[in-house]
């Protein structure tokens, strides 16, 4: 006996006679919905070339029309960062006008103190020699000053190289007095603006190169000789 819910082969024939395959038409919408993953990953990355081209011209353009950097009493923190230069400052501060004219009056008069001893010296010397040319003097008393000429030049050596100290140790002291005031000065002077550094720039120096938007040279003189004239008074 046979069971009737199987199919035969001609039924099954049949069954798919009923339904035909599907229509060129509809076969092409099926290929349309499918999309390649490579198509999804190259979509992906030019949708991040796009997110990055619009991050780039965005905050180029931002900067490019920004305000340049300027010396600002606002203490931005753009504006943290400034310089002086010492050479300037060397020039213009009149407090250190005046230290060099005390250093160069005390040098001078060493100087010529030192130059003094030494023409009388080298007088005394040349007339020693004439008088020992001419067999003017007797061998005894001839030794005798050569020993004391030769003490003297011993004296007038050692005199030069403590003058020369003096004058040294008292260039180091200025040099000391003058930081020692520009420091003291920039501490009050930075209560008011608060940067975060304030280099010293000097040709032949460290810093090879400043941009000159970040000097605050010609401030900070005009207030240091403000100082100095009150105080003077």
């Keep these: 006996m046979h069971d009737e819910s199987l199919n035969t082969p001609e039924t099954t024939q049949a069954t798919e006679q009923n339904f035909p395959p599907a229509a060129p038409e509809e076969q092409k919408q099926e290929k349309k919905c499918k999309i390649s993953p ?20 965005t905050s180029k353009k931002s900067v490019e029309t920004s305000s340049p950097l300027l010396f600002q009493k606002s203490g931005a923190v753009a504006s ?54 001419a067999n003017a003097i007797p061998e005894d008393r001839a030794k005798v000053m050569y020993e004391a000429l030769m003490q003297k030049q011993q004296l007038l050596a050692e ?10 140790d008292k260039e180091q002291a200025m040099h000391q007095t003058l930081l020692d005031t520009v420091t003291n ?40 000789n403000n100082e ?3 105080k003077a008074k």
């Design 38 to 57: 490579h198509l999804v990953i190259e979509l992906i990355l030019l949708a991040g070339l796009a997110v990055l081209y619009i991050l780039f011209f």
């Design 80 to 133: 943290r960062v400034m310089f002086i230069n010492i050479d300037s400052l060397n020039e213009q501060y009149q407090f250190v006008k005046k230290l060099k004219t005390e250093l160069e009056v005390t040098g001078k008069r060493l100087e010529t103190e030192i130059l003094s001893e030494q023409s009388a010296f080298e007088k005394e010397a040349t007339d020693f020699q004439k008088k020992v040319a």
């Design 159 to 168: 005199k030069k190289d403590r003058y020369t100290q003096q004058v040294a």
């Design 185 to 224: 000065f920039l501490k009050r002077y930075n209560r008011v603006y608060k940067f975060d550094y304030i280099f010293g720039y000097a040709k032949a120096g460290q810093i090879l190169l400043a941009n000159d938007t970040l000097d605050i040279t010609g401030d900070v003189v005009k207030a240091l």
């Design 228 to 230: 100095y004239k009150e």
